[in-house]
């Protein structure tokens, strides 16, 4: 018998008021299944709610290093279940073993980060222009935050929300996605066995439309974060606008690597089919499309087949390299678009299958898929995939991959595999990217520097990670005393 799992409100494990839960499974062995959690509807995340609300003036009044405190003991508690961590995220959203413990290193990474943040909360002073004037920026937290979560990256994305957010002395509600809220649920009781005041963080799984759209409409919340696909970003936007929230949106994709005529080809290929393959392409900066020069073209696609071909692919929790989807409806999405890709005239060069073999029966599992000859106009060349397919398209100079590069709705990550310096600089500064790598995979973050993209992609008012992360959850204000 698996468990059933409750919501976190106002510092107690409840259940919600339907009385009805969903099941959560191992997408690599459908027969495993991971336990049941609340399927809760807009009284139970209207609760939440209320509980942050009332806890918040306690925690803004709380001096910035107690709340740091509390997220240390957080990361030591979080670092002590290291392995149980990598081991449940790994169960519950398929990832590979070592890149789900760099995703939980990542989280620990995440607290310690903003614990040492609390120090610098505040404002600064500036001179004024009178010197009977003291002129200061004064910092106060939102309010109420309301945190909205992808199953992707199911601890490090609400790693990156919540521990800003009560950095700055903000509460919070909070409601992780329902493929993988279990790894997120642990990282709540590692903030709950660190000592966080009742109300201050609260956790409620269940349906987007009831949970999500209540803490995206609730008059106690004052800011919303969401990260998830552009279309259910826009719909929240929607939402929290006409209520005059506080809004930052992380959604979608289409990210290009740039293969220019000057480029170290083992290095293009490693680069592309990294950020293509790794994390089962089910990152929001995963590789989709390779620009290629077309004096490369033929060679790159052929020695990109090869490297496909070494990938490994089988459950996570058995060392392999690459993992399954995470359900089956995001691998019949996949396997659509492969079927799309083919109808339109691309030419399939590996993969588009699902593998065969005693290991696989059980899973959502699909081949790395690398499909050439693709025009910038197809769908497969301008859609988010959200699994392993890499489009090559040829591009006859730096303009045209750069047009190539620039002509779809999404700019969240952009990469360019040259050793021109002239052509780096110009990526830099015309690529429509929040992230520009240079020589790089568009996947890989790090964590002290702003995140976020353009157009279609981002809100693009608010970056994530960082000092900028801070800024969304804060307000200043500009105090003159004479
Ligand atoms: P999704 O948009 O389906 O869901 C995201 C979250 O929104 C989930 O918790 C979901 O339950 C909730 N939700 C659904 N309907 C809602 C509604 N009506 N009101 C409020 N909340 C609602 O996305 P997903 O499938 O979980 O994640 C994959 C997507 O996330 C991809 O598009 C990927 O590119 C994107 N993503 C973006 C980033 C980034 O930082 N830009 C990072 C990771 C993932």
């Known amino acids: 018998m698996a468990d059933e799992y409750a919501n976190y409100i106002d510092g107690e494990w409840v259940e919600s008021e339907t009385g009805e839960t969903f099941e959560n499974r191992n997408p690599a062995n459908s027969d495993d299944l991971i336990g049941y959690f609340q399927q809760s509807n807009s009284e139970d995340a209207a609760r939440a709610a209320a509980a942050a609300s009332a806890a918040e003036t306690e925690w803004a009044e709380t001096p910035g290093p107690e709340r740091g405190s509390i997220l240390s003991e957080t990361a030591r508690n979080l670092d002590d279940r ?34 040492e943040k609390t120090r610098d909360i505040g404002g600064v002073n500036k001179q004024s222009s009178s010197r009977h004037t003291n002129l200061q920026t004064v910092t106060e937290p939102v309010g109420v935050a309301g945190l909205i979560t992808p199953w992707n990256y199911p601890i490090a994305i609400p790693a990156w929300k919540i521990a800003p957010a009560l950095a700055a002395g903000n ?24 000592g966080l005041p009742a109300g201050v963080l609260n956790y409620v799984t269940g349906p987007g439309s009831e949970v999500g759209s209540t803490f995206a409409t609730h008059e106690a919340v004052d800011a919303v974060s969401f990260t998830g696909s552009t279309q259910v970003g826009n719909h929240v936007y929607d939402m929290a606008a006409e209520d005059q929230k506080r809004v930052q949106l992380e959604m979608g994709g289409k990210n290009p690597v740039v293969v220019s005529k000057s480029a170290d080809l083992d290095d293009a290929v490693e680069i592309a089919a990294n950020g293509a393959f790794g994390v089962t392409g089910q990152a929001c900066t995963a590789t989709s499309r390779a620009i290629v020069h077309e004096e490369l073209y033929d060679e790159f696609v052929d020695r990109l087949v090869e490297r496909a071909a070494e990938i490994e692919i089988g459950p996570g929790l ?26 339109e005239g691309a030419t399939l060069e590996t993969g588009g299958g699902q593998p065969e073999g005693d290991r696989f029966d059980d899973g959502f599992f699909v081949e790395p898929t690398v499909f050439s000859d693709v025009d910038p106009d197809m769908q497969i060349a301008q859609e988010e995939i959200f699994g392993p397919v ?11 991959a750069l047009e190539i590069a620039n002509g779809v709705q999404y700019g969240l990550s952009a990469s360019i595999v040259t050793n021109d310096l002239t052509e780096s600089n110009r990526f830099v500064s015309e690529i429509e990217a929040g992230v520009v790598k240079i020589n790089e995979k568009t996947t890989g973050l790090e964590l002290h520097v702003p995140f976020g993209g353009m157009k279609a992609s981002s809100s693009e008012t608010f ?20």
């Open 82 to 115: 290291k392995d149980e961590l990598t081991e449940t995220l790994v169960r519950e959203e398929g990832k590979a073993r070592g890149e789900a413990a760099g995703e939980v290193q990542r989280a620990i990474d995440i607290f310690s980060y903003y614990a």
């Open 171 to 194: 509460t919070a509600v909070f409601k992780p996605a329902s493929m993988a809220p279990n790894v997120s649920r642990k990282l709540v009781e590692c903030l709950d066995e660190a």
């Open 318 to 343: 058995d060392g392999f390299d690459m993992g399954p989807q995470v359900t089956e409806s995001e691998l019949e999405s996949t396997m659509e678009y492969i079927e799309l890709g083919r109808d």
């Open 390 to 400: 890499l489009a090559v398209i040829p591009a006859s100079d730096f303009d045209d």
């Open 463 to 482: 970056r994530e990670q960082g000092d900028a992360g801070l800024d969304f959850f804060t307000i200043s204000k500009t105090v003159y005393t004479n």
